[in-house]
């Protein structure tokens, strides 16, 4: 992983495009005011699989392979890495939404902001967003904040790139959306940024774990490809007291209780690796 911390469509075909995708991508977007964090709450996560006949998914049955978990090194193997996984990334028009969980970042053109490659395989960018604390664990160790960078392939196969960050200085790419997020202060809607370079998000080291997950968010759908980067960055307190304070559920955080592994294997893809089990 390369990390720091033309055809023409008939009009019909291009609004078929623009539907399907917006039809995946409601799955990070329509139902944010339909279920809260709060342990408490009705709509809490443990009932998030009653909500909806179509999130029976978020229930985390023993066969399900929900997310996060907690990356605990008892269950990681680590793979010498043949090659890095790919990202080319550009400069793309861009809007900030206030989804009354979460600020997210929406990529809004076509083509969007690139690509990153799996296996041979591209996954178009298509947003990013913030959870604090972190949602993934690392060997039971929640994080300060967590970013997730999620991506489609033209069939509607999904990965998300994690990134995990500790209090300390401020993120650059953050401190570059203050003013827009301040503008969303509390409010259920969205504001244009302009052109975005996914390239300026900071991600730090080239080693990273790879698991099958899903969704942390209704209808928690499975099959999602997870990268999560091993080093961490840095986030300011008043960075991630801004996340918060812009939305308006009055919870304290918004990260997923950590699911079982239910049997997962978690790889640990490492420069250096030689093909063993790390401890």
């Known amino acids: 992983m390369k990390i720091k911390c033309s055809i023409t469509l008939f009009p019909s075909l291009l609004l078929l495009f623009f539907y399907v995708t917006s039809l995946v991508i409601a799955q990070e977007l329509e139902h944010e005011e339909e279920f809260e964090y709060k342990d408490h709450s009705p709509k809490a996560p ?24 907690d990356i605990s090194y008892e269950y990681v193997e680590v793979i010498p890495k043949s090659e890095d996984v790919i990202t080319e990334y550009k400069s793309a028009e861009a809007e900030i939404r206030n989804r ?3 600020i997210a970042v929406y990529w809004t053109v076509d083509p969007g902001p690139g690509f990153i490659k799996i296996d041979g395989i591209d996954y178009g960018l298509k947003l990013c967003h913030w959870h604090s604390p972190s949602e993934h664990a690392i060997n039971g160790q929640r994080y300060d904040m967590e970013l997730h960078m999620v ?7 999904i990965a998300v790139v994690a990134q995990l960050y500790k209090i300390g200085k401020p993120d650059s790419f953050l401190s570059k959306l203050s003013k827009e997020m301040q503008v969303l202060q509390d409010k259920h809607g969205n504001t244009t940024v302009g ?3 996914p390239k300026e998000i900071d991600l730090a080291g080239k080693n990273y774990y ?9 209808p928690c759908t499975e099959g999602v490809t997870w990268i999560v980067n091993r080093g961490y960055c840095t986030v300011s307190q008043d960075q991630v007291k801004l996340l918060r304070h812009a939305v308006h559920d009055f919870a304290d955080e918004n990260a997923r209780p950590l699911q079982a592994l239910n ?9 250096e690796a030689k093909g063993r089990n790390i401890s």
């Open 151 to 157: 991506h489609m392939t033209k069939d509607h196969k």
């Open 263 to 271: 049997g997962r294997k978690i790889q640990l893809y490492h420069q």
């Open 100 to 102: 009354g969980h979460d």
């Open 46 to 69: 443990k009932l998030w699989g009653e909500l909806k006949k179509e999130w029976e998914a978020c229930k985390a049955l023993g066969n399900h392979t929900q997310s996060p978990i």
């Open 195 to 197: 052109k975005l370079d």
């Open 210 to 218: 790879r698991y099958m997950g899903s969704l942390t968010t209704p």
